[in-house]
Every structure is written in structure tokens, then in C-alpha cells.
């Protein structure tokens, strides 16, 4: 799980730094400000919850394998939900996308959860 998790991140990472590029480059003579801000917004969470990742790979290896995998599944699903709904959101103009989205910031906020559960599990610094 932690190879899993710490691949998870990097690659978020880098589609992170990617979206972002593209929205500071090719979308910014194509969407009119407010769904540019709707299409950072989304990059920029994303690339919050690649670093929460890539904890979760650390926790994972530290001892708390069970909350990091959860944590891990919950920001992935965030991932996928917030940012994602923002970018078709972005691209298309469909506001109904927009429903999405708090799903990602529950499945976030509770990734950030189970990552403090993992680390209050952890034993005494060695």
C-alpha cells in the first residue's frame, strides 16, 4: 500500500502541476474569470492532496497502515470528485457539475481524519 500510495501522489502531482500549466497558459483567452478561478481551484486542490499522499505513504510505513490506506482512498476519491467535477465544470460550463464537488470535499476532509487517527496511533518517536 505504501508504493501505492507514494505512485498516487506523485502522479496527482505531477496532472496537478500539468492542469495548472494549462489553465495559467491555454485557457486563459478561452474561459471567461470565473471558470478560469473554478479550473485553478481545482488544480490547486489537487495538488493539496497529492502532498496528503504522499503522508499517507509515510504514515503507512511509520505504522499505521490501516488509517493510511483510508486516508489514501478518501483523497483519491476527493481527487476525483473535487477536482474533477471543477475542471468539466471549467471546460464545459455545465454548472449541474458543481453538485459534485462537496462529495470530494467530504471524502477530503475525511481522508484528513483518518490521516490524524493514523498518526495518533503511532507509537513514541524512536
Known amino acids: 500500500m505504501r508504493r501505492f500510495l507514494a505512485a498516487s501522489g506523485a502522479i496527482s502531482g505531477g496532472v496537478g502541476v500539468a492542469a495548472g500549466a494549462f489553465g495559467a497558459h491555454a485557457l486563459r483567452a478561452r ?55 471543477l475542471y468539466v465544470l471549467a471546460l464545459t460550463g455545465i454548472s449541474a457539475f458543481g453538485v459534485i464537488t462537496p462529495l470530494g470535499g467530504v471524502a477530503f476532509i475525511a481522508g484528513w481524519a483518518a490521516l490524524a487517527l493514523g498518526a495518533m496511533r503511532l507509537g513514541p518517536a524512536r
Request: hydrophobic fraction near 60%; proline fraction near 4%.
Open 31 to 85: 474561459l471567461e474569470p470565473g471558470l478560469l478561478a473554478v479550473f485553478e481551484t481545482g488544480a490547486r486542490y489537487q495538488m493539496y492532496h497529492a502532498l496528503a499522499l504522499l503522508a499517507a505513504a509515510w504514515l503507512a510505513g511509520a505504522g499505521a497502515p490501516a488509517q493510511a490506506a483510508w486516508a489514501g482512498r478518501l483523497f483519491i476519491a476527493g481527487t476525483v470528485l473535487f477536482s474533477g467535477s
